[in-house]
Each structure stands twice: as C-alpha cells, then as structure tokens.
Nanobody, 124 residues
C-alpha cells in the first residue's frame, strides 16, 4: 500500500512562491508515477504536473508551464512541486497522487493512491 503525505501549503501573496512536498512510502518498485492535482471550490479536480519515478520524465498542464516545476528526491522518497509567480487562480487544495505505471496520465481516476491534500491560498 502506497502512502502519500503532502506538506508545504499556506498563504502567499500574488507573485509569491511555495514549495509543496509529497512524502511517499510503501512503494515496492520504481515503476511509479507521481502527480499533483488541485481542487478549487466549484471546479473539478484538475491535473497540474507529473513525474515518472524511474525515468524522471515530467509533464505539465498548460497553465502552469514556466511557473511550476515538479521534481523528485529518490534518496528521501519525496516529490516536490515548486510554484512560482502564484496568482489567486492558483488557490486550491493540492493533492499528491500515485499510480503503478509510469505512462503519462492526466486524469484523476488514473491514480489509485492519494494524499490528504494541502491548502494553497494566494491573496491579491
């Protein structure tokens, strides 16, 4: 069973930065992908970014390209989401998710394992 624990959310002003962390445990092999999704009030849960644990291949939603960076630390089993130049539209609960397949997937039902989420609020 894979466990995911997010941290790093908080309140930041427009133009500010935050780094989210997703601590993973329980993986039995490296053929995993980890992704970040976000869920804002009144909207569906949406894909943000993903990274293949074995090959490090990344993929981003169009609206975060150039602002967000996903990375992994194999030694600490942690995935990060560096978020820069934040704006109020980025306000949401951010979730870390994992799947036992490192093909690129952007639909939330493709991911079987989820963390509890961390709130990100960007003030104007």
């Amino acid at each position: 069973q894979v466990q995911l624990v997010e941290s790093g959310g908080g309140l930041v002003q427009t133009g500010g930065s935050l780094r989210l962390s997703c601590a993973t445990s329980g993986r039995t092999n490296s053929n995993y992908a980890v992704a970040w999704f976000r869920h804002a009030p009144g909207k569906e849960r949406g894909f943000v970014a993903r990274i293949g644990w074995r090959n490090g291949v990344t993929y981003y939603a169009e609206f975060v390209k150039g602002r967000f960076t996903i990375s992994r630390d194999n030694a600490n089993d942690t995935v990060y989401l560096q978020m820069n130049n934040l704006n109020p539209e980025d306000t949401a609960v951010y979730y870390c998710a994992a799947r036992r397949n490192d093909d690129i997937a952007t639909l939330h039902w493709s991911y079987a394992y989820w963390g509890q989420g961390t709130q990100v609020t960007v003030s104007s």
